[in-house]
């Protein structure tokens, strides 16, 4: 491995790990504990916790496994690893922060406002290295694809859309269901 190639991969490994780490205080911290479902395989994960008890991690990496199956036969295998990496990095960090984060459950704007802020972070940094967290993320860029006009931002808000009507019958709240719009604006 050249210099070049190793400051990459170093580059890569330290932007997603910090990315993930992001992600993993915006669920364990904001989301979860709030009932808030910001949409995305993540929001099915934590709706899982809360019907199951499941570890939301572990449940983001079983979901996430046909996804990113799939996007090994759209894209091909090499471009698809540095998303592989970055959905076992969140997936592991969600259940190790889930030990020690504590939950917020202050006033719900902002448990919106700073889960929207987290999330956004985290996805920034795991996209400038060219992966995303599985998912939402990747069915967006599978599907943005085959429907260049839509940009992968817009993809990922009709999926989460799905996922945040689906929360608001899981909770029984309209109101969880509208915190999670809130989280999604301010991540996209």
């Known amino acids: 491995m050249n210099a070049k190639a190793l400051r990459g991969f170093l580059l890569d490994a330290f932007f997603m790990t910090v990315g993930a780490m992001f992600y993993a205080v915006c669920i364990n911290a904001f989301t979860a504990p709030n009932n ?62 889930a030990k020690f984060v504590p939950a917020y459950r202050g006033d719900p704007i902002l448990v919106a406002i700073f889960a929207g802020v987290c999330e956004g972070v985290g996805l920034s940094l795991t996209f400038i290295r060219g992966a995303t967290t599985g998912g939402t993320d990747m069915a967006a860029r599978l599907v943005g694809r085959r429907l260049p006009q ?37 991540s996209t």
């Not at 046909?66 to 090499?78: N, S």
């Not at 993809?155 to 899981?170: K, P």
């Open 36 to 97: 808030i479902a910001a949409g995305g395989v993540t929001g099915v994960a934590t709706m899982l916790q809360y019907v199951f008890g499941t570890p939301i991690g572990l449940m983001v990496l079983l979901i996430n496994v046909p996804i990113v199956v799939w996007g090994m036969v759209e894209i091909g295998y090499k471009l698809v690893v540095k998303t592989l990496a970055a959905v076992v990095l969140s997936s592991v960090m969600i259940d190790i922060f």
């Open 150 to 186: 839509f940009s992968m931002g817009k993809l990922m808000l009709v999926i989460d859309g799905l996922v945040v009507v689906a929360s608001g019958f899981v909770y029984g709240s309209i109101e969880n269901a509208m915190y999670a719009c809130i989280v999604i604006f301010v």
